[in-house]
């Protein structure tokens, strides 16, 4: 196990304030989509389940990123999540209810 320190100079003010703006940026769109996508009758529900379906892959998340950055070093473990990262992006591109609906639409 490697426990030195970083050589870098790490900015303590502007990590934080991007990370904020990204999560917010995530946290609207989440939102947005839940609204836009979910009947007033069941909007509750949806809202809950994806809050927990969030904090449960919080969870899986560090105890799995831990291990992984153990097993394979930092760089490897960037790599896995990257590519676990695209993958679910192609998986939700071609998944996609809307895309679905346009392909099999005929052209007027």
């Not at 995530?26 to 809950?48: H, K, N, P």
């Not at 153990?70 to 896995?80: I, N, Q, S, T």
């Amino acid at each position: 196990m490697n426990l030195e320190l970083p050589t870098e100079r790490v900015d303590p003010v502007s990590q934080p304030v991007e990370a904020g703006a990204g999560r917010g940026v995530g946290d609207v769109a989440e939102t947005t989509l839940i609204q836009s996508r979910s009947a007033d009758a069941v909007r509750s529900r949806v809202f809950a389940a994806q809050d927990g379906a969030a904090h449960i892959a919080f969870s899986v998340s560090a105890f799995g990123g831990g291990l992984l950055v153990e097993l394979l070093g930092a760089r490897g473990a960037f790599g896995v999540a990257a590519a676990f990262g695209v993958g679910a992006a192609g998986v939700a591109a071609t998944a996609s209810p809307r895309r679905r609906a346009s392909r099999s639409s005929p052209e007027p």
